[in-house]
């Protein structure tokens, strides 16, 4: 508990040889007394009483210590913090969160130490923090503890990491100073090879950052969040697609096509890649594509009416020891769905997909050989062997279409280079207008130009 019936009174002598002045002080009618040898000591002790009443600090009852000072004594180290947090956040956040959360603090807690002296390999540092401190598991209670805690052998050279890093770490009033800051926001800016960062990482990371703080606050660790008053910027850097690695419709439609001839896998793919192209879908939300989602008329064009994504995760950020997450659209609530008109092309493709493969159990139109979810390891596999077959030699040594993603990048592209609007574009690939901008600022920026012809011509009929 906590006051402001604050009465400091003067020095006084006592019988000591040792230390023979005495600061008191009263915190609600609780008498407080502190030794010093000297009345030089005497008097900077109680001037700091009196500076702290006078800013209006409330007093712990307890100690008799100013909130300030109450704070620094009791302060736990950034990594018994950080730990505290990622359990916290852990039984509401998805799995994807929840590893992001891990490699932020990770990144965090790495740099905020106060010495390297002893210090472990930095790759076994790394492991042990994300692995074990900041994954959790579900305890026989149904509680969730960090796995560090819980009932597993953990590994002799992950304990003596940890046992390091909690001897090591700042403590987090120490963490609240602009130098300690500024060296946490520099390390996230980084890659573990030291290159820059991309925008979007750098962003996820600092609010991670920023949140651990405000539960610092929350937990009266901290009086304010000091990020807001720290002038650092990030490096430039730039999320925006390059689009001279981006396929156009005829290298499109030929990789898609070497997909279905690539492998024994390649015609239960093949449709899977249209998803990606056609409906600008993400893996996660083609993974968990259901035949009850697909509208395939027998002529015309279709739609797919998007309800949930399964996005690939290592199965320790999962309860249920899974390798993927069931989870709402992305940046949605759980429950909502995302039409998305689909050309006859893609039409066509479903049905053939149906009528020879038909579903899993579940009603899944993609799946894994053993009917579970279809692994990124497969079909990126098996992209990289349509790029071999369908580009040449000099096209795949580039990073043209190096990933499955590019797909998507490929069909939003589309889109706006055919006119439409870009708010239905957003609306269509499932993210906001400023996050269409971002990414594709350079194409939308062209598109004015058109625009801008088509309104002169507009007032020319009119003059």
Known sequence: MKSHNVRIWGIRRRDSKSAP?????????????EPFATKTLADARRSKLVTAVGAGEAFDVATGLPASELREATSPTWYEHACAYALMKWPNASAKHRAGIAEALTALTVALVSTSRGAPDSAVLRRALQGWAFRATLGDGGEHQALKDADHDVPREIRSALDWVAGASLKVVDVAESDNIRRALTALSKRLDG??????????????????MRYAVEREV?????????DWAAPDTTDEVDFQYVPDPQQTRRLIDAVRDADVRGPHLHAFFGCLYYAAMRPSEVASLMRRNCKLPAEGWGELVLTQSRPEVGKGWTDDGRSFDERG???RARKATRPVPIPPTLVAMLRAHLDRFGTAADGRLFRAPRGGRIGSNEYTDLWQQARKAALTTEEAATPLADVPYSLRHAGVSLWIKAGVDPVEVARRAGHSPAVLWRFYAKILRGQQ???NQMIDAALADGA
Not at 21 to 33: H, S
Not at 196 to 208: E, G, H, I, P, S
């Open 21 to 33: 002045f005495q600061v008191r002080w009263t915190v609600a009618g609780k008498v407080c007394q």
């Open 195 to 212: 290159k820059r960062a991309a925008d979007n990482t750098m962003r996820r990371k600092r609010m991670v950052f920023s949140n651990a």
């Open 222 to 230: 901290l009086p304010a969040n000091p990020l807001g008053r720290i």
């Open 329 to 331: 659209l992305k940046r």
């Open 449 to 451: 130009t058109v625009s």
